[in-house]
């Protein structure tokens, strides 16, 4: 007897999920609200961030936020506002790129890997636990030295350390997959491994990809306020958060509070934002994570 589709079974309504889709869809506004300031932050400011600190000569450092510089300026004469506004542009640009080239790296590799076996596989999982053991900020720092700063370098260094978790994900699901029926009936009809991999491997093995692709963006935000804060990741010029963190540590004592406070607060929402809509995504998609809570 065959059992008829429920949209609320397929779904899990209940109140553990609903919160679940909540969380997905507060993480998901954040993360769309700081992608629309990150696009039009070049209209929303008078460029300020672009001015030589000679030209605030007229005006004392360290001013508090004011009509004039809503979020204060700093000691170079910067205004906050300003940097924090195109931090988000930064932010992206770099986690965007990290991701896009873990993605592109790790998850041919994992189907490779998982779907020919033998040597292939022994050597790629040898590599990819190798690099997966170190921690991420670690490597990215070790890395960071090694490529130099700027966004390129800054997104070489961070996708390194995330290669290996899409590699071992797909690669899971590519072992549970290839044993399935139809791949057995591709192969029988003469399909060869590119066909495979990409015509009917391909979508059933990455569904768990965009939940780790939110993750890995909240993580590598993290990663490179790090290290921006230790003067490894951007050119110390740049409208970076950890940048401008660094440059604010020495103001903190004196109760200059602003020039650390607001980078901070964009940080820690661009983190909070993507780490929601990373873990409501996890929930959703996976029902054995769901029914475990």
């Keep these: 007897m065959t059992s008829r589709f429920s949209p609320i079974k397929f ?9 679940s889709m909540q969380m997905m869809w507060v993480g998901l506004t954040i993360t769309v609200l700081l992608i629309l300031i990150a696009i039009l932050s070049p209209f929303l400011e008078n460029l300020r961030l672009l001015q030589t600190p000679t030209e605030f000569l007229s005006n004392p450092i360290h001013q508090s936020p004011s009509f004039e510089h809503w979020f204060g300026t700093n000691r170079q004469g910067y205004d906050v506002f300003s940097r924090t506004l195109f931090g988000v542009q ?6 965007i790129l990290a991701t896009a080239l873990s993605l592109i790296l790790g998850v041919p ?3 490779i890997s998982g779907y020919l076996g033998g040597r292939i596989d022994k050597i790629l999982i040898f590599f990819m636990d190798t690099v997966y053991t170190l921690p ?7 890395l960071a030295f090694v490529v130099g700063r700027g966004i390129l370098n800054a997104a070489i260094a961070l996708s390194i350390a995330y290669i290996p978790q899409y590699y071992r994900v797909v690669r899971n699901h590519t072992v549970s997959v290839k044993t399935e029926l139809f791949i057995e009936a591709a192969r029988a009809m003469g ?3 590119w066909t495979v991999l990409t015509r009917y491997l391909f979508l ?10 939110a993750l890995n963006a909240a993580d590598a935000v993290l990663v490179l306020g790090g290290l921006g804060f230790l003067g490894l990741g951007l050119p110390p010029e740049t409208a970076e958060w950890g940048n401008d963190l660094r440059l604010a540590l020495d103001a903190l004592p004196t109760g200059i509070w602003w020039t650390a406070f607001f980078p901070g607060c964009a940080l ?10 990373g873990e409501g995504l996890n929930e959703f998609v996976n029902p054995k994570l769901r029914n475990q809570k």
């Design 90 to 95: 930064v932010a992206l640009k770099v986690v």
């Design 268 to 277: 820690t929402l661009m983190v909070v934002g993507l780490s929601l809509l």
């Design 11 to 19: 779904f899990n309504l209940s109140s553990k999920s609903t919160i």
């Design 136 to 142: 991420g900020l670690l490597l990215s720092i070790t």
């Design 109 to 111: 590799l994992g189907m």
């Design 191 to 193: 399909a060869n491994t």
């Design 204 to 213: 059933n093995v990455i569904q768990s990809v965009p939940v780790l692709l």
